[in-house]
């Protein structure tokens, strides 16, 4: 049977950190990030996508896109990573390892990974990193003054993203542990050093 690669899935509120952490462990220990809402601006951004503005809709609303759609961009991006790995003929760190950043948010989510993509790979754990609301809304609003040009990095956007943490991908992590992808929180509100120290303990009794 072929080998299945290594997944890890990364979680916590908008703005506690996903994105900059998983570049610093796709760095040190090899990872492939894929950032579920990145591949999903990407799509809404494609020209001419049937999805576009349904995508769109679903950000600015901080609700959950369909997981068909996500699942598929996921799948798309892993497979195109594989195989540029075997052109390469790179054969380390086994079929590969694979951080999927924001993603699955709700049971929806969840029953679309199990059913597509559960007997393709190998989830290790969760990685969720817990911050407190306030820090998580302070960073994005000062992300988007910043210049983020995300539709999402507003008030009212954040108000519905957060509620969506809470009613929705919260309650999904006990069916994670009991799937046997266990859980583990990071806190996050410190600054992004010291939150790294902490990822980096973690990954090493793993890697
Ligand atoms: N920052 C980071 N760490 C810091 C620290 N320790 N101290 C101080 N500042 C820190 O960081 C956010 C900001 O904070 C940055 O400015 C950073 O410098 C600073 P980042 O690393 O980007 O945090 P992250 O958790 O990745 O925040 P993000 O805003 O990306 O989280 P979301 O989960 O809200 O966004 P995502 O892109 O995953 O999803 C967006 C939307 O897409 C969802 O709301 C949903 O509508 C849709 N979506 C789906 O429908 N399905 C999916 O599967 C995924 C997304
Ligand atoms: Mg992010």
């Known amino acids: 049977m072929a080998q299945k690669p290594d997944v890890i899935f990364v979680l916590g509120g908008p703005g506690s950190g996903k ?14 990030h894929l950032s579920a809402g990145d591949l999903l601006r990407e799509e809404r951004n494609t020209p001419g996508s049937q999805f576009g503005d349904l995508i769109e809709t679903h950000i600015r609303n901080g609700t959950i896109v369909p997981v068909e759609i996500t699942c598929s961009l996921l799948e798309n991006a892993m497979n195109k990573h594989s195989a540029q790995r075997a052109a390469s003929g790179d054969s380390s760190f086994g079929a590969g390892r694979f951080l999927i950043d924001g993603f699955p948010r709700n049971l929806d989510n969840y029953e ?16 969720y990193f817990d911050c407190p609301q306030e820090v ?20 009212e956007s954040l108000r519905k993203r957060m509620n969506t943490l809470l009613n929705e991908t919260l309650p999904i992590l006990d069916l994670c542990e009991k799937t046997g992808y266990p859980i583990k929180k990071i806190k996050a509100i410190n600054s992004a050093d010291e939150v790294f120290t902490d990822v980096k303990q973690l990954f090493q009794s793993y890697y």
């Open 19 to 32: 994105g900059t952490q998983c570049l610093r462990i796709a760095k040190d220990f090899n990872f492939v």
């Open 112 to 127: 679309g990974w199990q059913k597509q993509m559960a007997d393709k790979t190998n989830v290790r754990f969760v990685l």
């Open 136 to 155: 998580c809304v302070e960073r994005c609003l000062k992300r988007g003054q910043a210049g983020s040009g995300r539709s999402d990095d507003n008030e």
